[in-house]
């Protein structure tokens, strides 16, 4: 049997189908066009149903994951040889910076970003997994929710005209959640800041 036929076999399952679809896709079985166009396609059938249909491929995505993420503490270090030495130092700084911001903006990108990749590096580097599902979670459930979102406007248009702007669309969704991001440490960072400038104007007192 191959790939494709699973994928179809799978894809007559509906739903659950889907859920087992983004698993293999996520664990790093190579099924063609992937959980994207299972999302797509179930949206444009069920357009009452395209919230549903995300947060199931993103659970589906999260378990698959977490498939790597296991592996990858034991193991991680094997499995990365494939990828150059560069590649695996920039991926392990952006971890260092921010973890979540790193992986949840991976979980958006486009092909040809290696998502794997930084599944791997947050196992070598072990990760918090609560923190890695939440930020597996996150980016899967935006980017499906997109994908269902313009299958339902767009119809049988949808998959070609998200093949041509895709990665301008994941651009704009990356960029809004480092904004979000940089909002959030500057929302929480400024009270600390007046706090910690009243102690030293106290001390400073005679």
């Known amino acids: ?113 290696p998502t794997k990749l930084f599944v791997l590096v947050a196992g070598v580097v072990r990760m918090d997994w609560r923190r890695f599902v939440a930020a597996v979670f996150a980016g899967r459930l935006i980017r499906f929710l997109a994908e269902a979102y313009i299958a339902v406007k767009l119809g049988d248009r949808a998959a070609e005209t998200l093949k041509e702007h895709y990665p301008s669309i994941a651009g704009a969704l990356a960029a809004a959640v480092v904004l979000y991001f940089l909002l959030q440490r500057f929302v929480h960072r400024g009270p600390r800041d007046e706090e910690t400038g009243g102690e030293h104007s106290m001390r400073e007192e005679p």
Do not use: C
Not at 57 to 70: D, K, Q, T
Not at 73 to 88: E, H, I, V
């Open 1 to 113: 049997m191959t790939l494709e036929t699973l994928k179809n076999k799978l894809l007559t399952l509906g739903i659950p189908g889907l859920l087992l679809i983004s698993f293999l896709d996520s664990a790093g079985v190579p099924l063609p066009g992937g959980a994207d166009l299972v999302v797509m396609l179930l949206s444009w059938q069920r357009p009452a149903h395209l919230f549903l249909i995300a947060v199931v491929a993103a659970l589906g995505s999260v378990l698959g994951s977490l498939v790597l993420y296991h592996i990858a503490r034991t193991k991680g270090d094997a499995m990365m040889s494939r990828f150059p030495k560069d590649k695996q130092d920039r991926v392990k700084e952006k971890f260092r910076r921010n973890d979540i911001l790193a992986l949840l903006v991976a979980m958006l990108g486009p092909p040809p970003l």
